[in-house]
């Protein structure tokens, strides 16, 4: 399956667009088949497009799912980035990602 | 900033307010995004905003002509160091991209494509958050300026100041935390949100003002915000403060210096 993301979101990608598109894949995906997603005409994707596409697919899904099915094609030296970022951010754990935000809320508090 | 945002905040639904700029040393581009946002606020609540009359030819209230904002029009062609003003009632990433491609960064011709993406992607997360984090009523007001050197190009600098009036950062990360945010440390929210991994909405995905951070640090660049109480300035050193004034929502600027970052070349701004 490959799927145009310029089609299906537009060329200005950003964090409602990751999270409309991971829903779509989610439900969408046959669970025997590989999905390419296609940046080609994609113009701009912020780094909140990713986190929010990879964020909510390893929420619901995992990150080997993602490994597994998901392959992005054309992508810019850029976007290739943005997309290892999101999946480096993603694979923090709840353990790790708990205690960051109870250091942080500490030091919040006073 | 934060008094004149008191000052109009007053003012009733169908009642006039003037401002006289005959005793105003200085506008920086920051001040001109953030005047801009609280007409645009006040107006939205039926407030009618003005100048004063008789100020024709005052320096100051011409510069808000060069710059376009909505105190008068038609407005005077901007200057080439002016960058004009722009509001984006809406989220609107591709309108803002392209002003970011085609205004502000008109005058780099030598900058490279990839870097050009880097710098618009970067700083449309700010963007992006005017809308999802701050819900700003106004939406966000956008302006720039260069700043020449002639005797020292590389000192040359480049500025864009964005503006929101919706929630300040600390308050929305007070409501993440579900705290009062008058019992939150606005200067260390503002620290907080410019670390990897933890957002404003209390997810572990957040890296949109770090990576903005990451940016600014590895090009010798600078942001001084103001957000809240709080106060920050990240660049060559980072330093985070509690103001004794609270500004609704925040006010980004930054600037970029000289040829540093861009690649290979003697490029100046003009």
Redesign the interface.
Known sequence: VRISLADQCGKYLGRSEGSELALFLRDNIPTDQLAEVDFAGVDTALPSFFNALIGTLAENQGLPWIGERLKPVNMSDLLSKSWANALKNASISDAEAESMWSAAEKSLLG | MADLAEALDIYDAGSSARLDFSETLFFCPVGVAWLEAQVLKARSRGVNVHPAVGQENNEKYRYLLRTRTSLASPAELSTRRTIPLQHFPR?D??GF?EYLRSVWLRQLRRLGE?ER??L???V??IF?NVF?HAESPVGAVVVGQHYAKPFSPSKAELHLAVVDVGRSIPVK?SES?Q?ESS???HA??L??AF????STD???????LP?FRKFIEKNDAEVELYSGRGWATIGRSSNFRNNSFTVPGTAYDMILRGIDWVPGGEETFF
Request: charged content about 20%.
């Open positions: 989220r990433i591709g991209v990839h993406g880097y618009v992607t970067t449309g997360e992006e999802l990360i935390m705290r019992r939150v440390d260390e929210a620290r907080v670390q990897p991994h933890l209390g997810l572990v995905f957040g890296t949109g990576m």
